[in-house]
Every structure is written in structure tokens, then in C-alpha cells.
Nanobody, 116 residues
């Protein structure tokens, strides 16, 4: 079965950096585009970044452009999100996502808190 396991979240000061990871299993990782979403308290889940199956094309939410970088290692079945220049408004639970067939799969999420 499809499994996505996020890690790397934590508490960081404004201006700091974090690198999130998503370990994928149960499907042929190298054949699927992947995405990162986030959900802040009281807000809807929103798309943060996505990448094609090769990693050759990426898209970002306007709010994170120039600060976040999505990447993948198809040999390790792992998706990454490098987050720099973090702001308090980046505080949220971050989720890894893949759509396989007609089903959207999500990890359990990892909490990112940006606060001084």
C-alpha cells in the first residue's frame, strides 16, 4: 500500500531554515509527480510546491517562491522541501502528497513552527 512518511519539522526562529523529507513506498516513486501541501490552524490545506516525476519541472505558491525549493531523489524514493528565510506565516503542518490512479494519498504531516 502507498505510504508517505514526512520528517524534519520543528521549531525555528524567523529567518531560519528547515529541510523536510518524505519517504515514499508502495508505488513506483520515479513515475509520479509529487507535491507538498500545508495547513495552518483554522485555514484550508494549500499547495506549497510540486514537481514532475523527473524533478525537471517545479511549481511554487507565490508566498514561498524564492524561499522554498522542492526536490526529489528517485534512487532513495524520497521527496524534499528546503525552506529558507522562514516567516511566522509559514507555521503549519506540512504534508507530502501523491495521486495514484483516482486516489490522493497523504502522509501524517510534520509540524513546522516559526517563532521567536
Amino acid at each position: 500500500q502507498v505510504q508517505l512518511v514526512e520528517s524534519g519539522g520543528g521549531l525555528v526562529q524567523p529567518g531560519g531554515s528547515l529541510r523536510l523529507s518524505c519517504a515514499a513506498s508502495g508505488f513506483t516513486f520515479r513515475l509520479y509527480g509529487m507535491s507538498w501541501y500545508r495547513q495552518a490552524p483554522g485555514k484550508e490545506r494549500e499547495l506549497v510546491a510540486r514537481t514532475t516525476y523527473t524533478g525537471g519541472s517545479t511549481n511554487y505558491a507565490d508566498s514561498v517562491k524564492g524561499r522554498f525549493t522542492i526536490s526529489r531523489d528517485n534512487a532513495k524514493n524520497t521527496l524534499y522541501l528546503q525552506m529558507n528565510s522562514l516567516k511566522p506565516e509559514d507555521t503549519a503542518v506540512y504534508y507530502c502528497n501523491v495521486r495514484v490512479g483516482n486516489t490522493n494519498y497523504w502522509g501524517q504531516g510534520t509540524q513546522v513552527t516559526v517563532s521567536s
